[in-house]
C-alpha cells in the first residue's frame, strides 16, 4: 500500500473517533504497526495509550484520555459500531466528568460490562454488572451511565455524602428534568448505610438534597433570584445606589482637598522665593568654558549669572556642586594669569635664551601654577 493510501485510510477511520483510531482496526485494513511507529515518529500519529492514536494536530479535548481508554476496552470495532449496542460504559467519576458533575478524581475510569474483563492497566477497572438500558445514555458520542445511575455509584463507590451532594447540586443546576423517582429507585439498596430504614430511597435522596442546599424552599428562591425581571430591577437599584455613593464621597472629600491646596499654596510660594541662589559673574562663567571645556551658548551664560541652584543644573545637566567647584577652578586660572602677566627680571631673562618662547608659550597654554613656573625659570637661569 502507498504512502497515501495509507494516510488516506488513516483518515478515514480516525473521522468519525475524535481523530482516533486503534493499531487493531488499522491492521484489519492491511497498515502494519511499523507504518504506525513510523508516523508516530515523524508527529503524523500521536500515541495516546497502548494500541490508540491520534492524528497529528487533530483538536484536543478535556475528554481525549477517557475516550482513547474506552477505545481500547474493545479496539477492532468502530466507535460508532459500538456505541449503538455498547459493550463497555463508562461510569461512576469517569461518567460524571463527562456529564460535568462534582468534583471527583475520575481516575482509574470505571467501565462497566457485563462480561468480565481483566487488566493490568493503572489508568482503567472494571466493573462486571448489567445495565438498565435506562442507565444508559449517550453523552459527548461516550456510552456513559445517566446522572441518576452516575450519582447513586458515586455514593456507593465513594460513600462521601458532601461530595455526592456538590454533583447532584451541579446535576440540577444543569437540568430540570431530573427522575427523582428513578433516583429513589437506584438510593434504595444504599439506605440502610446510611442508618435510614431498609429500602428507604426516597429518605436517603432527601439526606442528598439537604446537604446540597437544595430544598424546594430554596430551589423556589433561586427560581426568583435568577428571573430576569427582577435581575434587571436589582441591577437598576444597585446602579443608582452607587451613584449616590459616588455623589456623597465626591461632597466630603471635594472640600477638603480644596482646603488643603489652599493651605499649602503660601507654603509653596515662600519656598520658591527664598530658594538658595547661585550668582556667577559672567566671566568666570566663560573662564569655565575654557577650562572644563564646556561649549555653553551665550544665552545659557547670562541665564546662569543670577538662578537658582537647582535651576543651574536643570539648565546645563551639570550638578550645582561641580559647577561651583569649576567656578573655584576658574577663579585660580585667572589669578594664575594675572600674575603671569606682571613682568619680573628672572622672566625676561629667560625669555631671552634661545628656545624659551616656546616653554613660556607651553607654560600659559596649560595654566601653570605661579610656583611650578617660577622654579621652571629657576631652573633654566641656573
Request: proline share 6%; aromatic share 2%.
Amino acid at each position: 500500500m502507498k504512502t497515501a493510501e495509507i494516510d488516506q485510510v488513516l483518515g478515514d477511520l480516525a473521522a468519525g473517533q475524535w481523530g482516533m483510531l486503534t493499531t487493531a482496526q488499522a491492521n484489519e485494513r492491511g497498515i502494519s504497526r511499523a507504518n504506525l511507529v513510523n508516523r508516530e515518529g515523524d508527529g503524523r500519529l500521536e500515541r495516546m495509550v497502548h494500541g490508540v492514536y491520534r492524528l497529528g494536530g487533530s483538536a484536543s479535548s478535556p475528554l481525549d484520555d477517557i475516550r482513547a481508554a474506552w477505545l481500547s476496552t474493545n479496539p477492532t470495532p468502530l466507535a460508532h459500531e459500538r456505541v449503538g449496542a455498547p459493550d463497555v460504559v463508562v461510569g461512576s467519576a469517569a461518567a460524571a466528568l463527562i456529564h460535568g458533575i462534582g468534583d471527583l478524581d475520575a481516575l482509574p475510569y470505571l467501565m462497566i460490562s457485563p462480561e468480565r474483563h481483566s487488566t493490568r492497566r493503572t489508568d482503567i477497572t472494571y466493573s462486571t454488572r448489567d445495565l438498565d438500558p435506562g442507565d444508559v445514555v449517550v453523552r459527548d458520542g461516550l456510552p456513559v451511565t445517566s446522572v441518576e445511575r452516575t450519582i447513586a455509584d458515586l455514593l456507593r463507590d465513594h460513600g462521601d455524602l458532601s461530595l455526592i451532594a456538590d454533583a447532584l447540586r451541579d446535576a440540577i443546576d444543569a437540568r430540570a428534568d431530573l427522575d427523582e423517582t428513578r433516583m429513589a429507585t437506584l438510593l434504595a439498596p444504599l439506605a440502610r448505610r446510611y442508618k435510614l430504614r431498609e429500602g428507604d430511597g426516597a429518605g436517603l435522596y432527601a439526606r442528598l438534597l439537604a446537604e446540597a442546599s437544595r430544598d424546594d424552599g430554596s430551589l423556589a428562591l433561586k427560581a426568583l433570584l435568577t428571573n430576569p425581571i427582577l435581575r434587571s430591577a436589582m441591577d437598576a437599584i444597585l446602579k443608582a445606589q452607587q451613584a449616590q455613593t459616588a455623589t456623597a464621597i465626591d461632597s466630603i472629600i471635594g472640600p477638603i482637598a480644596k482646603q488643603q491646596q489652599a493651605s499649602l499654596k503660601p507654603i509653596i510660594d515662600s519656598l520658591a522665593k527664598n530658594l538658595p541662589v547661585y550668582k556667577l559673574d559672567p566671566a568666570i562663567l566663560r573662564g569655565i568654558q575654557n577650562v572644563a571645556k564646556i561649549n555653553l551658548p551665550e544665552g545659557v551664560i547670562s541665564s546662569l549669572v543670577t538662578v537658582p541652584k537647582m535651576d543651574i543644573a536643570l539648565s546645563t545637566g551639570i550638578p550645582a556642586a561641580t559647577l561651583e567647584a569649576i567656578g573655584k577652578l576658574a577663579t585660580s586660572a585667572a589669578a594664575s594669569r594675572a600674575a603671569a602677566s606682571i613682568p619680573n627680571p628672572a622672566r625676561r631673562a629667560a625669555r631671552a635664551r634661545p628656545g624659551s618662547a616656546s616653554r613660556a608659550s607651553h607654560g600659559t597654554e596649560g595654566l601653570p601654577s605661579p610656583t611650578s613656573e617660577g622654579s621652571e625659570s629657576t631652573a633654566n637661569d641656573a
